[in-house]
T-cell receptor, first 113, second 114 residues
């Protein structure tokens, strides 16, 4: 069946380090891909998305490129801040109307000063 | 301000009691969803509704019920049949654009059992 696999956390980085959180998916067709961020005690916020192959989603310094050939949507940021500490969820939904969203299990990021 | 509101932020349930979690959106979204999140885990779909007066079970619907009488509202009732209700509950709504759906989330309600 369809699934999303994220790298396991927690990931601990020093401030200004480079961040990569891996995400791969298995799906048929042409899914849309998303990254959500969840700060402690809060709901999920949409961070970025991409709807077709080779699209790059970007927001707040974060980027992810939809790679259909490797079925990946890795999240990157060039220089993390303490305020980026949160849990990051990769997700996808199939195209063609309302479809169930499949979420990864989340990757906790801790950035230390 | 447009958005999704959930209330209350914290809710306490006694044994054998039904409790209802509120979810309201003023985004004019057609579809709404309820998820459950347990500590350190991902999201599991409880119920969803794509149109008023219609809803479908998700992956873990047992012990829960919903209604969708208005487009803006999708309340979730946690019944006494749900034996392990302690969790963080997230409501979402979604919009279709170009055939692609994007979900947006509310701030969540944390349910605790007394």
């Amino acid at each position: 069946g369809n699934s999303v696999t994220q790298m396991e956390g927690p990931v601990t980085l020093s401030e200004e380090a480079f961040l990569t959180i891996n995400c791969t998916y298995t799906a048929t067709g042409y899914p849309s891909l998303f990254w959500y961020v969840q700060y402690p005690g809060e709901g999920l916020q949409l961070l970025l998305k991409a709807t077709k192959a080779d699209d790059k989603g970007s927001n707040k310094g974060f980027e992810a490129t939809y790679r259909k050939e490797t079925t990946s949507f890795h999240l990157e940021k060039g220089s993390v801040q303490v305020s980026d500490s949160a849990v990051y969820f990769c997700a996808y939904t199939d195209s063609g109307g309302y479809q169930k969203v499949t979420f990864g299990t989340g990757t906790k990021l801790q950035v230390i000063p | 301000d447009g958005g999704i509101t959930q209330s209350p932020k914290y809710l306490f349930r006694k044994e054998g009691q039904n409790v209802t979690l509120s979810c309201e959106q003023n985004l004019n979204h057609d579809a709404m969803y309820w998820y459950r999140q347990d500590p350190g885990q991902g999201l599991r779909l409880i119920y969803y509704s794509q149109i008023v007066n219609d809803f479908q079970k998700g992956d873990i619907a047992e012990g829960y019920s919903v209604s969708r009488e208005k487009k803006e509202s999708f309340p979730l009732t946690v019944t006494s049949a749900q034996k392990n209700p302690t969790a963080f509950y997230l409501c979402a709504s979604s919009i279709l654009a170009g055939g692609q759906e994007t979900q947006y989330f509310g701030p969540g309600t944390r349910l605790l059992v007394l």
